[in-house]
């Protein structure tokens, strides 16, 4: 065990743990965030996807002392129900979701995408979420908000 | 949930124990005990169909344990039917603010607990609209409840009732505005002690001002903005973090555990084990998962696996189960004397719910009384299954509902319930279990395989005289129900046996009333039994033979269990009809149809898509690169329970074999229309869902053990890969019955596809899913 300091939403946490823990079991667990989620544990659907000094990252496979020290934002550190960050508007605008587990891993990896790239392309949103899972099946809904949001920025 | 729910209730609720008289003495109002009727055993039910689902509990006869008003007027409804990612949440809150007339801010939904909320059973099968919705249990309540408040504001303002209407929460002489009575005044905090009132006038639908709104779903802020409370983020205190480990391979029992094997780990409290489960409680998640991948396990060999190359074949093979949906029994003579004879055999593989999030629970087992927090679709059922394996009393175990990752049927939500509590009851304090992904994919309740021949036989003129149906399925374990836990993977290793499937064979004769449940019976037949039809078709020789073999993995109903793979067969095939007579597949259709709500669907979306009346395939085909056709396919869901019509337009990479969706039009009609946005987004998702399994997903297995268990050896349809434009067409029958919409159009997407590649090339693609290879092998096949 080792105390790791964690800046999380523009807070700073300091924690006791494994080194070696998934960052997403310091998040949900010892900070007990409701955003980041488990969906595999290998990278390979998004559920627990944070923005790290600007990249979308899957937490479920990032061992903690990796991001010691670096600005970790999950969904919730977007904005809040009062005041919602525009993508999150923007899926609430289109109902983009029907379980709406899988919403970090969509809302995340695209707004990393987008503030990289606003004017991103149809195939760059398709490659960014080549790896993003939603089993539910509102792929349509989610697509037309990240478009609404893009557009919003341009306007803005 | 952010609930508008008074603090104290609120608070009364947090801390009820297990019964829902703790609720009720803490909240200080509002509820009666309600009925003890306990579910009927249902293993009897042939597997896989609607009654096995054990789908709807006896709800109660009691208004109190359906609606209560608070002094401030706030009402609480009361529902054993839960949100399960459908919308059903927002949809059941719109009813209750429409018959009782209050904004709908003012109406907070309390669902499935056992400790407070009435036996509905399990939420499945597409039955939730109509069973609360129709005539009975919620919208009744609701009903009554409005009834009785006009009757009470009658005496208080002296005005005859039929004078008063009910508004924003009040008892308003029609009049008179001016003269009112709020619900809080005439009854807030009090009971209503009534019996639901079968005759309750519902509101019409041409009255509707909530219910038939496209109203937002109430949970779709704290949704996107991760709020939400899900039984993953369900955190109680003093909880200990469990994993488990599932045996390797199909069929292998425990040889022995060695704990020094975890010697040196932090954090560890205990090993447990029960017969062939075992798992591991921790201090932290972490430690746990390290622990559960260091423990030393040994495992005696299971049983060899059937081949999957083979296993279609291998299903033809073994002692059967027979079911005549019905037999007309004059098909043989008529293909006799049939001018042609139309054959066909339909393969599907057995597929996986596989929930974006791995199953979790929470459990507090303590001497005598257990609390669970699960995403179960069945409360009261897994009370009871729950009382078993942990050696209670069912009224000293509440389970309550918290929403999980959308199910589409039975997931591990109920199996990591047993997990949790067997670990919990062994620890002897709270323990979450969250399944690891290889766990829950390799131990699913899987949908279920399908080998289906078909027959057709056809006059001169074309017309279809005889359709004859033969298949062969799987069973094995299912929903637990209310008295079988072995039913899923937890409770058989714990030593509870699952339902299996005893050989009956020949079927008995189709005898009691009509039902298509499983949708066996194509939509063109008659459906005749005794004399009594309730088919939609016209079609009167018609034999609908069934057989279900013990399947070597657990199955359970998958989002259209049954239905989704003897519709890809059904209207695969009416194409394929249509085609050897060179008819167009829509008119085809009609011609030989004759409910008319399920022409209506099919005609609408034949419209809406501008569909080209012409035989198929398409005349002018090319032989190689990409090519595009349409196809069609419709569907009355369950006999009895909501219709779809949808045309799909695709693209056929000849080289590759890849197949793309390129536009869906869906016409659907369920009744009268709750939400139409919620309506909407489920054709959508039915759709996208029905795309990933009708082109991509499949179970896979080796000589033991099941291969597909990560989202890279089971693959689905991923945000970045392409999406058709999806339109729908809604067809709002305000006056009808309340149908089910989850289920309708994945039923049909499949069919459609394998219809729109045939027309595109003229290749008949008849085993899912319509894999790159499969396609370019069927192409290649082509003379």
Known sequence: MSVITLTVNGRTHSVDTDPSTPLLYVLSDDLELRGPKFGCGMSQCGCCTVIVNGQAVRSCATPVEKVAGAAITTLEGLGTIENPHPIQQAFIDEQAMQCGFCLSGVIMTAKALLDRTPNATEAQIGQAMSTVLCRCGAHVRMLAAIKRYMQGRRTA | ?????????????????????????????????????????????????????????????????????????????????????????????????????????????????????????????????????????????????????????????????????????????????????????????????????????????????????????????????????????????????????????????????????????????????????????????????????????????????????????????????????????????????????????????????????TACAVADVQPGRATIWSATQAVYPLRSTMAMLLGLQPENVRITFRMGP????????????????????????????????????????????????????????????????????????????????????????????????????PAPAPAGAYGNGNNTVPSYVTGCIGGMCGGTGTITSERMLSHVIDSPFFTGPLRSPARLQNTFAHESFMDEIAAAVRADPVQYRLRHLRDPRLRDVLTAAASKAGWDSRPSPRTGLRRSGVVTGRGVACVLYEGDNGYCGLVVDVEVNQDTGAVEVRRCVAAMDCGPISNPDGLRNQVEGGIIHGISRALREEVTWNADRVTSIDWRTYRPWYLGDRVPVIESVLINRPDAEAMGAGETSITVTAAAIGNAIFDATGVRVRQIPFTPERVKAALAART
């Not at chain 2, 009744?140 to 002296?158: H, I, N, P, S, W």
């Not at chain 2, 279809?464 to 299912?478: F, L, Q």
Request: proline fraction near 5%; aromatic fraction near 6%; glycine fraction near 12%.
């Open chain 2, 406 to 505: 959308g199910c589409y049927g039975v997931n591990g939500a109920d199996t990591v319930s047993y997990d949790a509590a067997l670990l919990s009851q062994a620890a002897g304090r709270p323990v979450r279990v969250q399944l690891m992904r290889p766990d829950e994919m390799a131990w699913e309740n899987y949908g279920l395989p399908f080998v289906i021949d078909q027959r057709a036989g056809i006059d001169a003129s074309g017309t279809i005289v005889c359709w004859d149906y033969e298949a062969w399925s799987v069973s094995r374990g299912g929903r637990p129900g209310g008295n079988a836990p072995g039913n899923v993977v937890t409770g058989f290793l714990a030593g509870f046996e699952p339902a299996g499937v005893a050989p009956r064979s």
């Open chain 2, 1 to 357: 949930m952010t609930p508008s729910m008074t603090a104290d209730a609120m608070a009364a609720l947090a801390g009820a124990g297990v019964s829902r008289r703790d609720f009720v003495k803490r909240s200080g109002a509002l509820i009666v005990a309600f009925s003890a009727a306990r579910l009927a055993g249902d293993l009897d039910i042939a597997p896989g169909t609607v009654a096995a689902q054990g789908i709807n509990g006896p709800g109660s006869p009691q208004l109190d344990s359906w609606i209560a008003i608070g002094a401030d007027g706030r009402v609480t409804a009361y529902t054993g039917k839960c949100e399960l990612g459908h919308g059903l949440f927002t949809a059941q809150t719109q009813l209750v603010a429409e018959e009782l007339s209050v904004p709908i801010g003012r109406v907070q939904l309390i669902q499935c607990d056992t400790a407070i909320t009435p036996d509905q059973g399990t939420t499945s099968g597409a039955q939730s609209h109509p069973t609360n919705f129709n005539q009975s249990n919620l919208a009744l309540a609701a009903a009554t409840a409005r009834e009785a408040l006009v009757q009470m504001g009658a005496k208080r303002l002296g005005v005859p009732a039929e004078l008063l209407t009910t508004a924003d929460g009040q008892v308003v002489v029609r009049d008179d505005g001016s003269r009112r009575v709020s619900y809080g005044e005439l009854i807030g905090g009090r009971t209503f002690n009534l019996l639901l009132n079968r005759n309750a006038r519902r509101k019409p639908a041409s009255e509707w001002t909530v219910l038939g709104q496209p109203v937002r779903r109430l949970e779709i802020p704290a949704m996107a903005t991760g709020q939400f409370e899900y039984v993953q983020n369900v955190r109680v205190p003093g909880m200990l973090h469990g994993r488990v480990v599932r045996p390797p391979a199909v069929g292998a029992t425990l040889n022995g555990v060695d704990e020094r094997s975890l010697q040196g780990l932090a954090g560890i409290v205990k090993v447990v084990v029960r017969k062939n489960f075992i798992g591991v409680v921790a201090e932290k998640p972490w430690q746990a998962e390290q622990a559960v991948r260091r423990l030393k396990v040994t495992w005696h060999e299971g049983a060899r696996l059937p081949d999957q190359r083979t296993f279609h074949q291998h299903l033809r093979s073994r002692p059967t189960r027979d079911t005549l949906a019905v037999d007309s029994g004059n098909v043989d003579a008529a293909l006799a004397g049939a001018a042609t004879i139309v054959r066909a055999t339909y393969l599907h593989p057995y597929q996986m719910h596989a929930s974006v999030g």
